[in-house]
């Protein structure tokens, strides 16, 4: 749906946000709420009719029990359905009220909870029709469609509830949680050169896979795979890694020394700086962490520009 301030391109310059506000799990909420009024999750967690003569709708307390299971830190899902909706309890102001640190976590952790919510939503999603009517208990027997409709309308409204408070996240087709990523960083890995060396390939390719998840800490996984895939590189031509880089060095540069400088300085005076001096590769206690998203995608995407270079001559 298109809403008049998109067509004025009110909000164009808001930053994208990490952070998931209340109101966003309000609406999650209220579209799990109307796939279970649907019987949308009746296949995974069926409901049988009281005659005993097939299914006829969802055990809501069997749907929640399960997505605390795999969800262990989520604390706002009912404990019995058919007792609370979904979000009977969060129709209210944003519940963080403390600041700092101890904010930040939780709402980041309330952020990962919802993103998991919304996977294991998708994957319990299925088509469903009314079928034999029960005469004694007033109820339809259930059949299960092959059709995909419902799975796909719950991605598209997602995506809306998304794009509506700009955060940085999208549903993918696949049910997988993604984090938006900038346009151009995006173009870049789109177009990447793919190295002929199994390890190399296999770093850069987890590497480029994690950068655009959700969650923190797999981002930071990002890094170190891309710090290794650095150092691979530099002995793909050569297994001494001086000699190697030296000879990547001259075929890039090619026959300009000011530029061969400029690559010398950036890869070991910065960027094996950067790599020794910050938690990347190395957790000693001396080294100091990365804990800003907007951090950590800039190493990123320095090393990762560095390292599609290199690869136009390898």
């Known amino acids: 749906m298109t809403f008049f301030s998109d067509k004025e391109h009110y909000h164009s310059s808001e930053r994208l946000s990490l952070q998931m506000p209340i109101n966003v799990w309000n609406g999650i909420a209220m579209l799990a709420n109307g796939l279970i009024g649907n019987n949308n999750f009746a296949k995974d967690f069926p409901r049988q009719c009281p005659d005993g003569n097939g299914i006829c709708g969802v055990d809501e307390h069997s749907f929640y029990t399960t997505a605390k299971a795999v969800i262990p830190t989520i604390n706002f899902l009912p404990e019995y359905g058919n007792i609370e909706t979904l979000s009977s309890s969060f129709f209210e102001p944003n519940p963080f009220e403390s600041d700092g640190v101890e904010q930040y976590e939780k709402i980041m952790q309330f952020t990962y909870n919802t993103l998991d919510f919304i996977e294991f939503a998708y994957k319990h999603?299925?088509?469903?029709?009314?079928?034999?009517?029960?005469?004694?208990?007033?109820?339809?027997?259930?059949?299960?469609?092959?059709?995909?409709?419902?799975?796909?309308?719950?991605?598209?409204?997602?995506?809306?509830?998304?794009?509506?408070?700009?955060?940085?996240?999208?549903?993918?087709s696949n049910g997988e949680i993604q984090r938006i990523i900038d346009t151009e960083f995006e173009r870049l890995i789109a177009e990447q050169i793919e190295p002929k060396e199994r390890i190399l390939q296999n770093l850069l390719q987890e590497a480029t896979s994690k950068i655009k998840n959700p969650k923190f800490e797999e981002r930071k996984i990002a890094l170190e795979r891309l710090w290794d895939a650095f150092e691979r590189l530099k002995t793909i031509i050569n297994p001494n890694k001086n000699d190697s880089a030296n000879q990547l060095l001259e075929r890039v540069s090619v026959g300009n020394q000011k530029f061969k400088d400029i690559l010398e300085k950036e890869c070991i005076t910065s960027l094996t700086k950067i790599g020794n001096e910050f938690q990347i590769r190395h957790f000693e206690t001396d080294k100091v962490a990365i804990e800003d998203s907007r951090h950590l995608d800039y190493l990123f995407f320095r090393m990762y520009s560095l390292i599609q270079l290199f690869l136009t001559e390898i």
Do not use: M, P, W
Request: hydrophobic share 35%; with cysteine.
């Open 125 to 172: 999603i299925s088509d469903v029709e009314n079928g034999q009517y029960h005469d004694y208990y007033r109820l339809y027997e259930l059949n299960f469609l092959q059709t995909t409709i419902a799975q796909e309308q719950f991605v598209s409204n997602v995506n809306e509830i998304f794009e509506r408070n700009h955060l940085a996240f999208k549903l993918c």
